[in-house]
Each structure stands twice: as structure tokens, then as C-alpha cells.
């Protein structure tokens, strides 16, 4: 009997020595992630379109009277947000850069025409919402209504949160006098 009391006091002290509250895998994984959260701050991305500056320049002559240089570039501290999706504490935000154009039209070296054109310019044209997150797309020469006389120049204009868009053409004569027509009005 005094064997078996030993032999039990043994395997008790085996037991509750092992027995030392160490906690399971799964809990210290699930501490660790705590201590990980609470360090580290909010995690925000932002996606541009496009990524980078961007700039298209062309040059064109127009029946041997219109000289035409256009710059469309866009804008690196100016965008419109688009959208954004929060998840916890990790933000992604997607923007669409501002893009703007200059135009300089000459005819016979003599400038007769010479412009910015952005989004906020167009405004005062045709007030409406559609201008609060709207941005040039694109401006260029529009050759088929072109000739000796008149430039025609197509200005599209979108708004990338609402998927609308709007298209202009600005009709320059020989003296630089202009005149503006919408052509299109998807908004």
C-alpha cells in the first residue's frame, strides 16, 4: 500500500507539475496579433490613374494657315477622389488625376491664340454639378472640320466619379476670335 501511495504521489506531482498554465499555440498567436494591432497604425493605400505625370504634346499645321500646339499634361497635387473603402483600420483610396491643356494657335508666326483650358475655366459655360469632380480628358484637332478658314478643336471633359462626360468644339477663325458649341452632354 505504501508503493502504490508513492507511485501515486509521483504521477500527482508529474501531473500537476506539467500543468504550469502555458498557454496553447492557437492563444499565444492570438496575443501576439493584439500586441501587432495595437503597435501599429491604420494602413492607407492610394491608386492613382494614371500612376505618373503624364503629358502628350502635338504640333499640327492646317492647310497651310493654322499652326497648333497643344499641351494635355496632368496635374501631380491636384485629383479627384473617386472612391474609398475603410476595413477596419486599413483605408484604400482610389483617385483619378486632374489633367489640364495649354493652346497656342498662330497663323503666319503671329499668335492668335493662346489658352489654358482646364475644368474650372469651363465652369462659367455651362453651370452645373457635373463640374464639382469633373476634369479635362482631352483636347485636339478635329481635321475633318478644319480647313483655311476656321479651326475646329474637340475638348472632352469627364467626371470619373460619376461616369459622365461632356464634348465641346471650339471654332477659332483666321483672327483668333472663337466660338464654343456642346456637342455632347452625357451628365
Known sequence: MKKVFILISIISAFFLGSCDNRKSKTDRIKD????????????????????????????????????????????????????????????????????E?????????EIIYDKHISAKTFQHYQPSEFWDNATLEHVWVHQEHSNAENLSLRVSFINPKNN??????IRIDRFGNEQLQVLKNYS
Open 32 to 99: 501576439a496579433i493584439k500586441v501587432f494591432n495595437k503597435k501599429n497604425r491604420s494602413l492607407n493605400t492610394t491608386t492613382y490613374h494614371p500612376n505618373n505625370y503624364t503629358e502628350t504634346k502635338t504640333d499640327s499645321i492646317i492647310s497651310k494657315t493654322f499652326h497648333v500646339a497643344i499641351s494635355n499634361y496632368s496635374l501631380m497635387t491636384d485629383d479627384i477622389v473617386i472612391k474609398k473603402i475603410a476595413k477596419g483600420k486599413q483605408q484604400n483610396t482610389t483617385v483619378h488625376r486632374v489633367f
Open 101 to 109: 491643356s495649354n493652346i497656342t494657335v498662330s497663323v503666319h508666326h
Open 164 to 169: 459622365m462626360f461632356k464634348l465641346f468644339e
